[in-house]
């Protein structure tokens, strides 16, 4: 397991390349409500729950403040550019209350591929204070969630940018068979009041022995395609 922690501005933006000599064809793990456009919300409306997201868990049941699932667009033209769909997921790093939010694909982890997954992440509301991490981890189920993968970040201020965790089933063979999910957290319980927004979480594998390169390259900007393998963005 790789953790990567760093502040956005020290992260170079480079593109992300991989080679293969063998078989490389790339596949999307079916993830349930990715881009959070589930469940339905009027123009401008928020629902304050984690406990009741569409193909989500978390050991929150009622959330304060601004925590759930919202549809931006009647706000201002900055917050309409959803990656994908209409709506995302809002987190608070002021709720001390908040837990990890799950999903668990029905997918088997396959041996000998490269998992990559993406989310789509900003800083969109620093309220008060100074800014706060998130979280975001690729993890197998063996009774609850193992991370394979995991990056903390200061997500930037004023867009999206997407964050990327990446594992080889080669290296940790008590995974293959197993489920495989991806987790998205705040920094919670700090005094400082941080609005972060989610969205567009995706996981793809590549079969055979792919090198992603470079192997620190976590974060990158949101209109970068998703790579197709051999390819230079």
């Not at 080679?19 to 064809?25: D, E, F, L």
């Not at 930037?156 to 089933?169: H, I, K």
């Amino acid at each position: 397991m790789r953790n990567k922690t760093m502040s956005y501005g020290a992260v170079l933006l480079i593109a992300l390349m991989a080679t293969a000599p063998g078989a490389t064809a790339q596949t999307a793990v079916t993830v349930v409500n990715g881009g959070f456009e589930l469940p339905v919300m009027s123009d401008g409306d928020w629902k304050n729950t984690m406990a009741n997201i569409p193909g989500w868990t978390s050991a929150d049941a009622v959330m304060g403040g601004w925590d759930g699932v919202w549809n931006p667009s009647q706000y201002s033209s900055s917050y309409t550019n959803t990656p994908e769909g209409v709506q995302a997921l809002a987190t608070n790093a002021w709720d001390a209350a908040s837990e990890p939010l799950y999903n668990l694909t029905s997918h088997d982890i396959v041996a000998g591929a490269t998992y990559v997954a993406t989310v789509k992440c900003w800083l969109w509301d620093q309220y008060s204070g100074s800014a706060q991490d998130v979280e975001f981890a690729i993890y197998y189920d063996d009774g609850g969630p193992v991370i394979l993968d995991s990056i903390e970040i200061t997500p930037p201020e004023g867009d999206y940018a997407t964050l990327q965790v990446t594992f080889n089933s080669s290296d940790v063979p008590a995974a293959v068979g197993k489920k495989v999910g991806v987790m998205i957290a705040d920094q919670n319980g700090d005094p400082d009041d941080n609005y972060h927004s989610w969205d567009d979480v995706q996981i793809q594998y590549f079969a055979g022995d792919v090198v992603l390169g470079p192997q620190d390259t976590a974060i990158f900007p949101v209109n970068t395609p998703f790579p197709v393998v051999g390819q230079p963005l």
